[in-house]
């Protein structure tokens, strides 16, 4: 890694003010959006999305493809403020290592950011457990406004995942026994209300507004009966505040936020975007795991909330090892014709992306391995489906390696940005919003509702919240709701397990097939190989 510049001359690509910059650790710092002067001159910065076709489990580098057309972008001469997600424990111990990019695309310090960077998670994660304790404790007293001790629905949370808290009892031997459970911090509806904040104002307004259970009329409870709001603000104060590091260019990044996209709404935070559209000309943003899940939620979840309106371009990373992997073939082994069979997956993605009426752009992730063949026969398919396509290697030569990328998506920054077209009106019925996002972006030919989650959207229409967006609770690993199906599988139904309601952040959670909210560690986790030397070097975080 090369010398880290001072982080106020980072800022400083962006407009930001010293004063608005404060130091959190050597190489980090938060930055206060009140003291960042407007560019009352400056035209609307033009927001690029980067999200990908459904990865292996290695992931095929949507936040590497971010970081290194950020650094290309920022080589052609533009002013760009790349705006990312916070990493999370989970996967940094799990099976997917760390969310920092790798190579010559990365953001740093890639060590201290993939672990407690500047303990925004660990905040939310205390903010979320105060409120579980202080439910605990007014059931227990029996004050007024308290939920029902029976429907206590406010789990708690923990930043690394543990099956054996999947499904817990509390309260054995003191108080009444509950059968609850843990969820990962990334699940967290309060991060989700600090994501989907605009401001500090709005993010009380969200954490009142939460359910924390049912009364003995099984009524909803907001979590504002509680009492304890202010005590959550006042640990969240600094957590509110974007991040600010660097890439390994030493061009500007803010990072903040991070909840998954698999098992919540998988973007960054409002604020940071705001932040980013105030400084930069062009804004690189993501969502994972790839367009079909956080794709998707970042345009009819995130955009309504942050009043996006339009996009300059969506780019879809794709990797010759995904399409083998979805070819059915050997990842490691070259196969042109596996590749053009997994093209099908990658197809499944740029029609979701033009069901809402924005412009894709191909971004091929280049590995050493890749054929010449399998290349072309990418740039042969997009050509005839009249979508731009290009390669990149930013994670072999940064910012350079990632020009025919810039050079391609370049036309797109310099027109009009593409309004964005939602798949359902905000009055559709639940069922209905399912149904769409079901068969014009997964591809399934229909939806079943397990008894449960029937008994559940009927309920949810008595309680005047049944017109909430979706939020997709699904496997990362397949277009289906079975991680086991490869490509773009055909004559299934999505099958709606259960539903949960997200008061605060303004949508319902749905969760399909065998989905939970607290992963499992692998057989081998990627934690297995992080260490401490004696020289107090951190290794095997990647």
Not at 34 to 49: F, M, S, W
Not at 210 to 237: C, F, H, Y
Not at 379 to 393: F, I, L, P
């Amino acid at each position: 890694m090369s010398t880290l510049r001072p982080l106020v001359d980072v800022a400083a690509e962006l407009g930001i003010p010293a004063d608005a910059v404060m130091q959190w650790g050597r190489n980090a710092a938060k930055i206060d959006p009140a003291k960042v002067p407007a560019r009352p001159d400056a035209p609307p910065a033009k927001v690029i999305l980067v999200s990908a076709m459904t990865a292996t489990p290695a992931g095929e580098g949507k936040t590497t493809t971010s970081i290194g057309l950020a650094q290309g972008l920022r080589k052609a001469g533009r002013r760009v403020a790349l705006v990312l997600r916070e990493p999370s424990l989970g996967p940094v111990f799990g099976v997917k290592g760390g969310g920092t990019g790798g190579g010559k695309s990365r953001i740093e310090p890639h060590v201290d950011i993939n672990l407690h960077f500047t303990g925004d998670m660990a905040a939310i994660c205390a903010a979320h457990n105060l409120l579980a304790a202080a439910v605990g404790d007014a059931v227990h007293f029996g004050r007024k406004g308290a939920p029902d001790a029976r429907h206590v629905r406010w789990k708690r949370v923990i930043d690394v995942g543990d099956r054996a808290l999947r499904n817990i009892v509390t309260g054995v031997g003191d108080g009444v026994a509950q059968s609850t459970g843990f969820d990962i911090t990334a699940a967290s509806e309060v991060m989700a209300c600090l994501c989907m904040a605009t401001d500090a104002d709005d993010l009380r307004a969200r954490l009142d507004r939460m359910w924390v259970g049912l009364d003995s009329e099984r009524k909803p409870v907001p979590a504002g009966n509680i009492g304890v709001t202010g005590a959550m603000m006042a640990v969240l104060r600094d957590a509110m505040l974007p991040n600010l590091v660097q890439t390994t260019e030493g061009g500007p990044a803010i990072v903040h936020g991070g909840p998954f996209a698999n098992i919540a709404h998988g973007c960054n935070s409002v604020i940071a975007t705001h932040l980013g559209m105030r400084t930069g000309d062009v804004v690189v943003t993501e969502a994972g795991f790839d367009f079909a899940l956080g794709g998707q939620k970042f345009l009819s979840l995130k955009c309504p909330e942050a009043g996006i309106e339009a996009l300059a371009a969506v780019v879809v990373v794709t990797t010759i090892r995904a399409l083998r992997h979805h070819g059915q073939a050997d990842t490691t082994t070259p196969d042109a014709n596996a590749v053009r069979d997994g093209l099908a997956n990658l197809d499944a993605h740029l029609d979701a992306v033009l069901a809402y009426g924005q412009r894709p752009v191909v971004a091929i992730n280049r590995f050493p391995d890749d054929s010449p063949e399998e290349l072309q026969a990418v740039k042969d398919h997009c050509a005839a489906r009249g979508v731009v396509c290009a390669e990149s290697d930013h994670f072999g030569q940064g910012g350079q390696g990632a020009m025919p990328l810039v050079q391609a998506i370049a036309p797109y920054i310099d027109m009009e940005p593409v309004p964005i077209q939602q798949l359902s009106p905000p009055e559709a019925s639940l069922k209905d919003k399912v149904h769409a996002l079901a068969t014009r972006v997964y591809g399934a030919d229909g939806v079943e509702w397990s008894p449960l989650a029937a008994r559940k959207a009927k309920a949810l229409g008595r309680m005047g919240v049944a017109h909430l967006p979706v939020c997709m609770a699904k496997t990362q690993a397949s277009l289906s709701d079975d991680k086991n199906w490869r490509n773009r599988p055909k004559g299934w139904k999505l099958t709606v397990r259960d539903l949960s309601v997200s008061r605060g952040a303004g949508f319902v959670v749905v969760l399909a097939g065998t989905m939970v909210r607290m992963p499992a560690m692998p057989r081998r986790p990627k934690a297995m190989a992080i260490d401490l030397l004696d020289d107090g070097t951190i290794v095997g975080v990647e």
